[in-house]
């Protein structure tokens, strides 16, 4: 299984956000620069044909963004596991229950995704940057353990 980590888009400071923090929507610059992102994968054919998004505002603007541009509006879900708290066993609990897709798309968070990821990999510090995406090739998407293909940060794809 292809395994792809897309950490939402920039949505501001909770700081600057008066409302509950699940209801911070993406800024401006953040809807841009994720309506980019989502043009760059659809030219990357990552062969994607699950989106599993964060219920949380940001996350799922992000997702529903990048959805549309991969011609996936129709093959998107919300799932509570990937909201704030996301961990290894949360991500062997949603593998387990979509493990015929051979390439899942996970939208949601950090400091979960960059932990979750390294604990994947069997280990070391990695850094998933708002907008960020990374790809881990699963042996077995009922096994968690896999190698990171890549990593890219926003900037590289949508300059």
């Given at each position: 299984m292809?395994?792809?980590?897309?950490?939402?888009?920039?949505?501001?400071?909770?700081?600057?956000w008066?409302?509950?923090?699940?209801?911070?929507p993406?800024?401006?610059?953040?809807?841009?620069?994720?309506?980019?992102?989502g043009?760059?994968?659809?030219?990357?054919k990552?062969?994607?044909s699950?989106?599993v998004?964060?219920?949380?505002?940001?996350?799922?603007q992000?997702?529903?963004i990048?959805?549309?541009?991969?011609?996936?509006?129709?093959?998107?879900?919300?799932?509570?596991?990937?909201g704030?708290?996301?961990?290894?066993h949360?991500l062997r609990?949603i593998?387990?229950?979509?493990?015929?897709?051979?390439?899942?798309?996970?939208?949601?968070?950090d400091?979960?995704?960059?932990?979750?990821?390294g604990?994947c990999?069997?280990?070391?510090?990695?850094?998933?940057?708002?907008?960020?995406?990374?790809?881990?090739?699963?042996?077995?998407?009922?096994?968690?353990r896999?190698?990171?293909q890549?990593?890219?940060p926003?900037?590289v794809?949508a300059?």
């Amino acid at each position: 299984m292809d395994l792809y980590f897309l950490r939402h888009g920039d949505a501001g400071t909770r700081e600057g956000w008066a409302g509950e923090d699940r209801d911070r929507p993406l800024n401006e610059e953040g809807k841009e620069r994720m309506r980019r992102e989502g043009q760059a994968m659809a030219g990357m054919k990552l062969g994607i044909s699950l989106v599993v998004s964060s219920p949380y505002v940001r996350a799922w603007q992000t997702a529903e963004i990048v959805a549309a541009a991969l011609g996936l509006s129709d093959s998107l879900a919300k799932d509570e596991r990937l909201g704030p708290g996301f961990d290894s066993h949360a991500l062997r609990e949603i593998l387990g229950e979509h493990a015929e897709v051979g390439a899942l798309l996970l939208v949601g968070h950090d400091p979960d995704f960059s932990e979750t990821i390294g604990a994947c990999i069997g280990g070391g510090r990695v850094e998933c940057k708002k907008g960020g995406l990374a790809k881990v090739d699963l042996r077995d998407p009922l096994r968690p353990r896999g190698s990171l293909q890549w990593l890219l940060p926003p900037r590289v794809l949508a300059p």
